[in-house]
């Protein structure tokens, strides 16, 4: 299906652990994907209940290639895990080495330009939405888990503060647990 894509096509949960994916039964990238992202295909996280492995991600980023875009398929299923939230979904990120510029870049401006809306979203220039979440790195050790059950230690993990929407501030309060 890879050869079928072009520029600016998205493939979601490309991060998976499954058969079918980016890594075959090599260490090497699939061919196909390699001349996709050439050709302009754009990977994106997705991470749900069965779509995102550390392994892979870890693979991947020894092979050169790096998430486009970071999102999640979350739903009430994955919420208490492996998923939790956009925010944790991007600390599991950070754990297996994109940068702190990287990760929000993937989950902001990234997301906007795939969608043609660069420019308008995902940036703080004057006369854009400017919505945005304000995050914290809270630092306290947390044990990440991915859809395969597999775990990596973080010392930290980005927590969401508060939102501006439209101008208004509205603080996020916090789960009782």
Same mark, same amino acid.
């Given at each position: 299906?890879?050869?079928? =894509?072009?520029? +600016?096509?998205?493939?979601?949960?490309?991060?998976?652990?499954?058969?079918?994916?980016?890594?075959?039964?090599?260490?090497?990238?699939?061919?196909?994907?390699?001349? %996709?992202? &050439?050709? +302009?295909?754009?990977? /994106?996280?997705?991470?749900?209940?069965?779509?995102?492995?550390?392994?892979?991600?870890?693979?991947?980023?020894?092979?050169?290639?790096?998430?486009?875009?970071?999102?999640? /398929?979350?739903?009430?299923?994955?919420?208490?895990?492996?998923?939790?939230?956009?925010?944790?979904?991007?600390?599991?990120?950070?754990?297996? +080495?994109?940068?702190?510029?990287?990760?929000?870049? %993937?989950?902001?401006?990234?997301?906007?330009?795939?969608?043609?809306?660069? +420019?308008?979203?995902?940036?703080?220039?004057?006369?854009?939405?400017? /919505?945005?979440?304000? =995050? /914290? &790195?809270?630092?306290?050790?947390?044990?990440?888990?991915?859809?395969?059950?597999?775990? &990596?230690?973080?010392?930290?993990?980005?927590?969401?503060?508060?939102?501006?929407?439209?101008?208004?501030?509205?603080?996020? &309060?916090?789960?009782?647990?």
């Amino acid at each position: 299906m890879l050869d079928l =894509l072009g520029p +600016g096509d998205i493939v979601t949960h490309a991060f998976h652990g499954k058969p079918g994916g980016l890594f075959p039964d090599t260490e090497e990238p699939l061919p196909q994907a390699l001349a %996709a992202l &050439r050709r +302009g295909v754009r990977l /994106d996280v997705g991470h749900g209940s069965a779509s995102f492995a550390f392994d892979t991600m870890e693979r991947a980023l020894a092979a050169g290639i790096r998430p486009h875009t970071i999102s999640t /398929d979350i739903h009430r299923e994955n919420v208490p895990g492996p998923v939790h939230s956009l925010t944790t979904t991007m600390t599991k990120l950070l754990a297996v +080495g994109l940068t702190l510029n990287e990760t929000v870049r %993937a989950t902001t401006s990234a997301p906007a330009e795939s969608l043609g809306l660069a +420019g308008e979203l995902g940036t703080l220039d004057a006369g854009s939405a400017a /919505d945005l979440t304000v =995050l /914290d &790195r809270v630092g306290s050790t947390i044990e990440l888990v991915d859809a395969e059950g597999a775990t &990596r230690t973080s010392p930290w993990l980005l927590a969401p503060v508060a939102a501006i929407r439209a101008g208004v501030v509205h603080a996020i &309060r916090k789960a009782s647990t």
